[in-house]
């Protein structure tokens, strides 16, 4: 059977074709990918639409699916391959399935057309979901080691003589992340979640929405063709998840982006709650924006917040986890907000996103429309509605009988505190609330009445007046925009999530959160407290412990390449005197002229006896105890990661040096580059009495043997 993919490339390469056979084309039974084969349902499947004309165009169905065999098939297969690569591995792989995605996007935005997005809206959900890749192949490689697990924090000494330490490891989970996304975002829905739960060492299952996992399907067949991914690592599920959920067991994820209400009927599977399966839940809720007292129509900040309502409302058609759903203003500016928001809202042109001009897409399906609808009118109840009307609108371009078109509506609610219905309903489109408050305690209020929300923005040139309010609301958000005319260039504004920063929210927003940088991998791993011997949690761990085993050797450590260094490798130095001719050349030297090296007459009442040595005096002495001066395997000194003076060294006492290999990681070759690794390494200074007088761990860039 001809495939939607053929399509895509029919309309990119420009041959002509005919009406019928666009129609065969169209109406397709799309495959679903699973135990690494493409697999079409066997019952009737349920029809999909183009959003725009009305047309069918696919059919999803999961019907004779053994959705037990899939997750195990997962495990076994998928699992294996990505827990024996390493992280730097991981991240690799994810580098290279961006750079693929990235060459094959325009085949993705064609049919994104048929969800009705415009060119911007597809723009946020392929390349934001393709840059979440690239994100986390970077983070992988400059924040994690380049091993198949994490060694977390720092060793915990729980023992009188330190011969009995406890740590923390975080392994990957055995399971299966099964990732149940919502229709708004079927490329960036999968992709964001992918990139962790794949740099993690975790298989996954994707389940986009029903009403368009086409554009998901083709997606993925570009991945699976590009045999990026070890076997196993991806499946796909177009339509129904039948009775997958029950199969679940203690080592699998679920992750759910759509309304609380599904997301509680899922959360409460017997098989999550019996086998305490972790869920995430990222629920729609209703977000709020906050115009400061210090704003006044026309200023910059006044006009800075009128765009950015209007643009959460009309970028996919209001159609976002993330958008304003309640515009919360002070009292004396309502009037000038809904001036100011109808005039702009009516420069926004519904219709074909095709068209010239065209600014606003239709829903994704005339399922959608019912619902926002049937929302909307709860909402008149005790709203007054002030732009848009449910029937009366003009589409350009198409028809708007066939098409999921709905028009931008903005409602007024005069007592925002009395009535809970905005706090309460939302209506998933291009809908938002206008509602005013009389000081910051009433905004604060007004905030917390959507009982907890994914994200909330606050414009205001006042930074007091930022920080009372985010004080204020941060307990009921997963994030908050602070946007002023000093970063408004640069912000990416009110609803964009990025991977960098954690995205869910408390309450209503469904308790989860996701993304947040390398913090998000931690979902998919197990947190373990390992328990023993320094020695042997530094075997354990590939990390040196305090107190573990230290090896000498006659060749000096910077002699060794990256690939002779092991962890435990140390070398003790020789030892030197301070002087206080030492002191005062360092202090002439570096112009640190600090009353406790210098003045020996304004000790009385300080922390120290007598003229002490500059810390970093200290520290440089030491390199100078420890450095092997010859050229040879060690390129640089790359950094200091941390550093602190235990003990004041005073003139007369004498210090040494243990120079001891706490870590290692091996780079990635590049183009001309000599192959090389960093090592870490524990500086441990101490003093004739053998105690330490400062501890610090530098970096160096060490060259590869082989």
């Given at each position: 059977?001809?495939?939607?993919?053929?399509?895509?490339?029919?309309?990119?390469?420009?041959?002509?074709?005919?009406?019928?056979?666009?129609?065969?084309?169209?109406?397709?039974?799309?495959?679903?990918y699973?135990?690494?084969?493409?697999?079409e349902?066997?019952?009737?499947?349920?029809?999909?639409?183009?959003?725009?004309?009305g047309?069918?165009?696919a059919?999803?169905?999961?019907t004779?699916?053994d959705?037990?065999a899939v997750?195990?098939?997962?495990?076994?297969t998928?699992?294996?391959?990505?827990?024996k690569?390493t992280?730097?591995?991981?991240?690799l792989m994810?580098?290279?399935?961006?750079?693929?995605?990235?060459e094959?996007?325009?085949?993705?935005?064609?049919?994104s057309?048929?969800?009705?997005?415009?060119?911007?809206?597809s723009w946020?959900?392929?390349?934001?979901?393709?840059?979440?890749?690239f994100?986390?192949?970077?983070?992988?490689?400059?924040?994690?080691?380049n091993?198949?697990?994490?060694?977390?924090?720092?060793?915990?000494?729980?023992?009188?003589?330190g011969t009995?330490?406890?740590?923390?490891?975080?392994v990957?989970?055995?399971?299966?992340?099964?990732?149940?996304?919502?229709?708004?975002?079927?490329?960036?829905?999968?992709?964001?979640?992918?990139?962790?739960?794949?740099?993690?060492?975790?298989?996954?299952?994707?389940?986009?929405?029903?009403?368009?996992?086409?554009?998901?399907?083709?997606?993925?067949?570009?991945?699976?063709?590009?045999?990026?991914?070890?076997?196993?690592?991806?499946?796909?599920?177009?339509?129904?998840?039948?009775?997958m959920?029950?199969?679940?067991?203690?080592?699998?994820v679920?992750t759910?982006t759509?309304?609380?209400?599904t997301?509680?009927?899922?959360k409460?599977?017997?098989?999550?709650?019996?086998?305490s399966v972790?869920?995430?839940?990222?629920?729609?809720?209703?977000?709020?924006s906050?115009?400061?007292t210090d704003a006044?129509?026309?200023?910059?900040?006044?006009?800075?917040f009128?765009?950015?309502?209007?643009?959460?409302?009309?970028v996919?058609?209001?159609?976002?986890?993330?958008?304003?759903?309640?515009?919360i203003?002070?009292?004396?500016?309502?009037?000038?907000?809904?001036?100011a928001?109808?005039?702009?809202?009516?420069?926004v042109?519904?219709?074909?996103?095709?068209?010239?001009?065209?600014?606003?897409?239709?829903?994704?399906?005339?399922?959608?429309?019912?619902?926002?609808?049937?929302?909307?009118?709860?909402?008149?109840?005790?709203?007054q509605?002030?732009y848009?009307?449910?029937?009366?609108?003009t589409?350009?371009?198409?028809?708007?009988?066939?098409?999921?078109?709905?028009?931008?509506?903005?409602?007024?609610?005069?007592?925002?505190?009395?009535?809970?219905?905005?706090?309460?309903?939302?209506?998933?489109?291009?809908?938002?609330?206008v509602?005013?408050?009389?000081?910051?305690?009433d905004?604060?209020?007004?905030?917390?009445?959507?009982?907890?929300s994914?994200t909330?923005?606050?414009?205001?040139?006042?930074d007091?007046?930022?920080?009372?309010l985010?004080?204020?609301?941060?307990?009921?958000?997963g994030?908050?925009?602070?946007?002023?005319?000093?970063c408004?260039?640069?912000?990416?504004?009110?609803?964009?999530?990025?991977?960098h920063?954690v995205?869910?929210?408390?309450g209503?927003?469904?308790?989860g959160?996701?993304?947040?940088?390398?913090?998000?991998i931690?979902?998919?791993?197990?947190?373990?407290?390992?328990?023993?011997?320094?020695?042997?949690l530094?075997?354990?761990?590939?990390?040196?412990?305090?107190g573990?085993?230290?090896?000498?050797d006659?060749?000096h450590p910077?002699?060794?390449?990256?690939d002779?260094?092991?962890?435990?490798?140390?070398?003790?130095?020789?030892?030197?005197?301070?002087?206080?001719?030492?002191?005062?050349?360092?202090?002439n030297?570096?112009g640190?002229?600090f009353?406790a090296?210098?003045?020996?007459?304004s000790?009385?009442?300080?922390?120290?006896?007598?003229?002490?040595a500059?810390?970093?005096?200290?520290?440089s002495?030491?390199?100078?105890?420890?450095?092997?001066a010859k050229?040879?395997?060690?390129l640089?000194?790359?950094?200091?990661?941390?550093?602190r003076?235990?003990?004041?060294?005073?003139?007369?006492?004498?210090?040494?040096?243990?120079l001891t290999?706490?870590e290692?990681?091996?780079?990635?070759?590049?183009?001309?580059?000599?192959?090389?690794?960093?090592?870490?390494?524990v500086?441990?200074v101490?003093?004739?009495?053998?105690?330490?007088?400062?501890?610090?761990?530098i970096?160096?860039?060490?060259?590869?043997?082989?």
């Amino acid at each position: 059977m001809r495939t939607l993919y053929k399509l895509c490339e029919i309309q990119i390469k420009n041959i002509p074709a005919k009406k019928q056979l666009i129609d065969k084309l169209y109406n397709m039974k799309l495959a679903n990918y699973i135990q690494g084969k493409w697999v079409e349902g066997s019952g009737n499947g349920v029809p999909l639409y183009n959003a725009i004309t009305g047309e069918q165009i696919a059919e999803a169905d999961t019907t004779g699916i053994d959705f037990k065999a899939v997750l195990e098939y997962g495990r076994a297969t998928g699992g294996n391959a990505l827990r024996k690569m390493t992280f730097h591995e991981r991240a690799l792989m994810l580098k290279k399935l961006a750079l693929h995605l990235t060459e094959k996007k325009e085949l993705f935005y064609k049919l994104s057309a048929a969800t009705g997005a415009t060119r911007g809206d597809s723009w946020i959900d392929i390349e934001g979901g393709i840059g979440n890749l690239f994100v986390y192949a970077s983070k992988g490689r400059r924040e994690l080691p380049n091993e198949r697990f994490f060694t977390e924090g720092k060793p915990e000494n729980i023992s009188k003589k330190g011969t009995f330490l406890g740590h923390h490891i975080c392994v990957p989970l055995e399971g299966v992340a099964i990732h149940i996304n919502a229709f708004n975002f079927p490329c960036w829905g999968m992709l964001e979640k992918i990139a962790v739960n794949f740099l993690a060492g975790m298989p996954t299952v994707v389940k986009p929405a029903t009403v368009t996992s086409y554009l998901t399907q083709l997606m993925v067949k570009e991945i699976i063709a590009s045999g990026i991914l070890p076997a196993g690592a991806l499946q796909l599920i177009c339509g129904s998840a039948g009775d997958m959920l029950n199969h679940l067991n203690c080592q699998d994820v679920v992750t759910f982006t759509g309304s609380a209400s599904t997301g509680k009927k899922l959360k409460s599977t017997p098989a999550i709650l019996e086998n305490s399966v972790r869920f995430n839940m990222e629920a729609d809720s209703l977000n709020c924006s906050i115009l400061g007292t210090d704003a006044e129509p026309g200023s910059e900040i006044f006009n800075l917040f009128i765009k950015e309502v209007v643009r959460e409302m009309t970028v996919k058609a209001g159609q976002k986890c993330t958008a304003i759903r309640r515009t919360i203003v002070p009292d004396r500016l309502t009037e000038a907000v809904i001036d100011a928001l109808k005039k702009r809202l009516s420069g926004v042109l519904l219709g074909d996103p095709a068209v010239e001009g065209v600014k606003m897409g239709p829903l994704v399906a005339k399922e959608q429309v019912k619902e926002v609808r049937d929302k909307v009118m709860q909402l008149e109840k005790v709203c007054q509605p002030v732009y848009g009307s449910l029937d009366d609108f003009t589409v350009t371009g198409a028809d708007k009988k066939k098409g999921a078109f709905f028009s931008p509506l903005l409602l007024y609610c005069k007592d925002g505190l009395k009535n809970s219905a905005p706090h309460e309903i939302e209506a998933f489109g291009p809908v938002s609330t206008v509602m005013g408050y009389k000081d910051i305690h009433d905004a604060i209020t007004l905030a917390k009445m959507g009982k907890g929300s994914l994200t909330g923005s606050i414009f205001t040139e006042n930074d007091n007046t930022a920080a009372e309010l985010v004080m204020g609301v941060a307990a009921y958000h997963g994030r908050l925009a602070v946007i002023n005319s000093r970063c408004a260039a640069e912000s990416t504004g009110h609803g964009s999530p990025l991977p960098h920063l954690v995205h869910g929210g408390p309450g209503r927003a469904g308790g989860g959160e996701e993304m947040g940088g390398i913090r998000g991998i931690f979902h998919y791993m197990q947190r373990t407290a390992i328990q023993g011997h320094p020695t042997t949690l530094t075997r354990i761990t590939d990390v040196y412990q305090p107190g573990a085993e230290q090896k000498e050797d006659v060749i000096h450590p910077f002699r060794k390449y990256f690939d002779e260094l092991t962890i435990g490798d140390t070398l003790v130095t020789a030892k030197r005197t301070v002087t206080e001719t030492d002191i005062v050349n360092f202090a002439n030297i570096s112009g640190d002229n600090f009353y406790a090296h210098m003045d020996v007459t304004s000790l009385e009442g300080s922390l120290f006896k007598s003229r002490v040595a500059h810390g970093y005096f200290i520290l440089s002495a030491a390199a100078g105890l420890f450095v092997d001066a010859k050229k040879g395997p060690v390129l640089a000194n790359y950094g200091l990661e941390e550093c602190r003076f235990v003990k004041p060294v005073y003139v007369g006492a004498t210090i040494g040096v243990r120079l001891t290999v706490k870590e290692k990681t091996a780079k990635e070759k590049r183009e001309g580059e000599i192959p090389q690794g960093i090592v870490k390494w524990v500086v441990d200074v101490y003093d004739e009495t053998g105690e330490t007088v400062a501890l610090a761990t530098i970096l160096t860039i060490v060259a590869k043997k082989n």
